[in-house]
Nanobody, 120 residues
Framework: QVQLVESGGGLVQAGGSLRLSCATSGSIVSINAIGWYRQAPGKRRELVAAINGGDRTTYATAVKGRFTITRDNGKNTVYLQMNSLKPEDTAVYYC??????????????WGQGTQVTVSS
């Protein structure tokens, strides 16, 4: 069973940047797709971005143009580069495995999450 470990969260001022990492326990090439989700207090978990093995990507409207998802097959890691951060980006960020063709469909493999806090 694949394990996912997120890292890279922290406290940053509005307008700043962070890069989150999602490291997988096995070969990332065997995983169809990986997605980044976030959950703010009192809100539902939402998809932020996803990438599949063909490097097809999708982004939530709220983060388009600010966030970039990439994958490094050699390091079995998916990254989420977050620029121009806003206070509303504050949330716990999780990575997840799934299937991505026309849409992203998550499965039940989740990491433990990493906290991102953006101060105004």
């Amino acid at each position: 069973q694949v394990q996912l470990v997120e890292s890279g969260g922290g406290l940053v001022q509005a307008g700043g940047s962070l890069r989150l990492s999602c490291a997988t326990s096995g070969s990332i090439v065997s995983i169809n797709a990986i997605g980044w989700y976030r959950q703010a207090p009192g809100k539902r978990r939402e998809l932020v971005a996803a990438i599949n093995g063909g490097d097809r990507t999708t982004y939530a409207t709220a983060v388009k143009g600010r966030f970039t998802i990439t994958r490094d097959n050699g390091k079995n890691t998916v990254y989420l580069q977050m620029n121009s951060l806003k206070p509303e980006d504050t949330a716990v960020y999780y990575c997840n495995t799934g299937f991505f063709s026309d849409s992203y469909y998550p499965d039940n493999h989740w990491g433990q999450g990493t906290q991102v806090t953006v101060s105004s």
